[in-house]
């Protein structure tokens, strides 16, 4: 490794630090930790929401995916910016800080309860948070210690706490102001990365149509098996129905495009917005970072085909097969390009980019997580001080890391992957509705959300231990207690739980809701404060 | 089609620029807005 970049490494953690400091610096009472005191602009918050979003699995992994599924993946960017930037921004983050600030919530558990008057909610929700985000930071964090691990030539143990307690250490002392700095410096080095990734893949095969084109004359070499479950070629949608098909549309659009609404480490950044003038900013700095994450990612690993075809005349799947066993690993498809493909000093570049990837969202999963200790530090204490929220919700940022780092020794991999599409999935089932409800809909009663959360909570638990395979195998579940692994056939048993689990939050939702009392008419005045075009419902009886 | 061979891979690949443009006027055009 060129001692250059140990530098540049070097360099690249003592200004996170030194961003970290600025954060501690300026954190001086529980609204400063929590939301970064609500006075944060624009551009910080939405590179800071980009970067979080958006972490190493989801640049190795989907871009490893695109390579063996083609770009029809593209759906997914699609819906990222759109739903995840455009839908976020526009319609539920402006409403987000306004109730939020209302009612003086400081957390997603927070303003949940306090908006329908529940402690089950913020409990629930919390939770949920404090329990199930450590199997996604793990995952994260595994990302980020295999990457020290390969490049600086540590020991993987010795890489997992290491990288861990760096993290640990600015969340700690920074709260979400330290984050959100050093968010911006880590999504500024991510957009810069990728932006070049994709530039040098287009210019290096040869131009955007010709490089497409190329892929497009590719379609042959599908092996026999993806044809068989619908994979028609790298730039053509998989067949209507077939396996492959309802993967991408289900799994993939829905799940992951749709679930990242309902994300509490996301929505608390709106909470964090200095004034309402910050979102069309936020907008213009989020969709361009959004599609230079997801849309180069699909494209680059796609078109990987066309420059392992040219150099070695494989496609990418074969070129990470393992020859005895014959198993192909995905992930290690985007690392291979870039080293075989793009110049040496791109290399380092994309290395800092997977590194900052790492950083940004477990540093957001530990606030997260510290916050929600807090959270349930004042459901069990009702009365403990005001003043000792900042001090419950650093103490949170030790037990997250402390269970994070048991975790990642702990578990296998394939559990924590499964994890953090359950911990996705478990979010939009329990949360989405629910949000929604709380910002556009007044007649949506405690009762009701409670019978959403629990519903889709439910559905959720229900098609991932007996209908939905990927899952119900490996839980094994249904095996003891039905005697089969899953229950479901095609196509139910490879569609995602969500497309089952978030209708039947929407229906409890709302069917709970129109036969029970409307919350108090002043109380929803208090909430929807500043929010136009909204009629508050006449609470009958 | 820009060289993809399925429609709906163009119709993703188009949607992708399209809603970034959306993101970016909205956001221009309400850039000092409060509303």
């Avoid at chain 1, 250490?169 to 984050?179: A, C, D, K, Q, S």
């Avoid at chain 1, 092996?223 to 998989?238: E, F, R, S, V």
């Avoid at chain 1, 949360?431 to 959300?449: D, E, K, M």
Wanted: net charge positive; hydrophobic share 55%; with cysteine.
């Amino acid at each position: 490794m060129d001692p250059l970049f140990y530098l540049v490494v070097i360099l690249y953690l003592v200004v996170t630090f030194y961003l970290g400091y600025l954060g501690w610096r300026h954190t001086r009472s529980a609204a400063d930790y929590m939301v970064a005191g609500g006075r944060v602009n624009g551009f910080l918050v939405s590179l800071s929401y980009g970067a979080t979003f958006i972490s190493t699995s989801a640049i190795v992994g989907f871009g490893g995916a695109a390579a063996a599924y083609g770009m029809s993946m593209l759906w997914l960017a699609a819906l990222n910016i759109f739903v995840g930037i455009f839908i976020a921004f526009a319609f539920l983050g402006k409403r987000i800080r306004t109730m939020g600030a209302n009612l003086g919530a400081h957390t997603f558990p927070e303003l949940m309860s306090r908006r329908f008057n529940s402690r089950f909610i913020h409990g629930y929700a919390a939770l949920i948070i404090a329990l199930v985000m450590p199997l996604y930071a793990a995952a994260v964090m595994i990302g980020g210690a295999r990457f020290l691990e390969q490049v600086l030539k540590v020991e993987y143990t010795w890489a997992l706490v290491v990288f861990a307690i760096l993290v640990a250490v600015y969340v700690f002392f920074g709260g979400l102001r330290g984050v959100i700095y050093t968010d911006a410096l880590q999504g500024a080095i991510m957009f810069a990365g990728m932006v070049i990734l994709l530039v040098l893949t287009y210019v290096r095969l040869g131009g955007v149509i010709p490089a497409h084109t190329a892929l497009s004359d590719l379609k042959d070499l599908v092996p026999a098996a993806l044809a068989a479950k619908g994979h028609a070629g790298w730039t053509a949608m998989p067949l209507p129905g077939s396996e492959l098909w309802w993967y991408v549309v289900s799994t993939l659009v829905l799940g992951v495009g749709i679930g990242v609404l309902a994300q509490p480490q996301l929505a608390v950044r709106f909470m964090a917005l200095r004034s309402g003038r910050e979102f069309g900013r936020g907008l213009v700095v989020g969709g361009i970072f959004i599609l230079a994450m997801t849309g180069t990612v699909y494209v680059v690993g796609a078109l990987s085909n066309v420059f392992f075809h040219r150099t070695a005349g494989k496609i990418a799947l074969a070129m990470v097969t393992d020859p005895v066993t014959g198993t192909p690993n995905i992930d290690r498809i985007i690392p291979l390009y870039i080293s075989q493909a793009l110049p040496h000093w791109f290399v380092y570049i994309f290395m800092l980019t997977l590194l900052a990837a790492a950083m940004s969202t477990l540093s957001s999963q530990f606030h997260a997580i510290g916050t929600s200790v807090r959270d349930l530090y004042y459901l069990v204490l009702p009365g403990a001080p005001r003043e000792q929220g900042m001090v419950a919700a650093r103490a949170g940022v030790l037990l997250a890391l402390a269970a994070t780092l048991y975790l990642g020794f702990r578990l296998p991999v394939s559990i924590i992957a499964l994890a953090t599409s359950i911990f996705f999935g478990l979010c939009a089932a329990s949360f989405l509705p629910a949000l929604v409800a709380a910002l556009y809909w007044p007649r949506a009663t405690r009762g009701g959300v409670i019978a959403g959360i629990v519903s889709g909570s439910l559905a959720y638990g229900f098609m991932v231990f007996f209908v939905h395979q990927k899952e119900a195998v490996i839980f094994g579940v249904a095996q003891a207690l039905l005697g089969k692994p899953y229950i479901a056939s095609f196509p139910w048993n490879i569609i995602d739980p969500l497309v089952v689990a978030l209708p039947a939050s929407v229906v409890g939702l709302i069917a709970v809701s129109l036969v029970s009392r409307a919350l108090p008419q002043e109380h929803l005045r208090e909430c929807f404060r500043g929010i136009g075009g909204v009629g508050i419902p006449v609470r009958d009886g | 089609m820009l060289g993809l061979e399925g429609f709906g891979v163009f119709l993703a690949y188009v949607l992708c620029i399209a809603s970034t443009l959306l993101c970016v006027v909205y956001g221009v055009a309400r850039w000092n807005s409060d509303e």
